[in-house]
């Protein structure tokens, strides 16, 4: 039984890599499959809130655990999460592909530390590779995502 965005599931082929699992069983494509050796972060979910590789991932090592994608960050009420808001708010969408892991990494980090410095945040983010631009506008993206989390303190 693995756990993913909150519903539990039976795991019926456990040689299977997660993000595979994700997009092919469960139909969660945001998890995305870049380099599906574990180097460029796309894959990022968090893994009983640890920010990890999905591509690298067997589900036989997952039972018992809990996993979050980018579908399951959204607030209950459907309206993105103020990480997500940031992102668009900030303009630090590019063609999308890394933002789902960049996205996961950064609420790993916020839950963590709720005020981090520039510094932490690139330390948090620097296993999610964007080849599209610079990481200007990610950084200031997860800043503001910071504030508006203390300000509502919230945490999902």
Not at 30 to 56: E, F, H, Y
Request: proline share 5%; aromatic share 4%; net charge positive.
């Amino acid at each position: 039984m693995i756990t993913v965005n909150g519903t539990p599931h039976q795991i019926t082929n456990p040689e299977m890599k997660l993000s595979t699992w994700l997009r092919e069983v469960l139909s969660l494509t945001g998890t995305k499959i870049g380099c599906d050796i574990g180097v460029c972060g796309s894959c990022t979910v968090l893994v009983d809130d640890l920010p990890l590789r999905a591509c690298k991932l067997l589900l036989k090592n997952l039972e018992g655990k809990s996993a979050l994608t980018i579908e399951g960050l959204a607030l209950p009420d459907g309206s993105l999460h103020p990480i997500q808001q940031a992102f668009i708010d900030c303009g630090a969408i590019q063609c999308g592909f890394c933002t789902p892991g960049m996205v996961l990494s950064a609420y790993a980090l916020l839950i963590k530390n709720p005020s981090p410095s520039r510094i932490q945040i690139r330390q948090a983010i620097k296993g999610n590779l964007c080849r599209c631009t610079g990481y200007q506008q990610i950084v200031d993206a997860v800043m503001a995502a910071a504030q508006r989390m203390r300000a509502t303190n919230q945490d999902q």
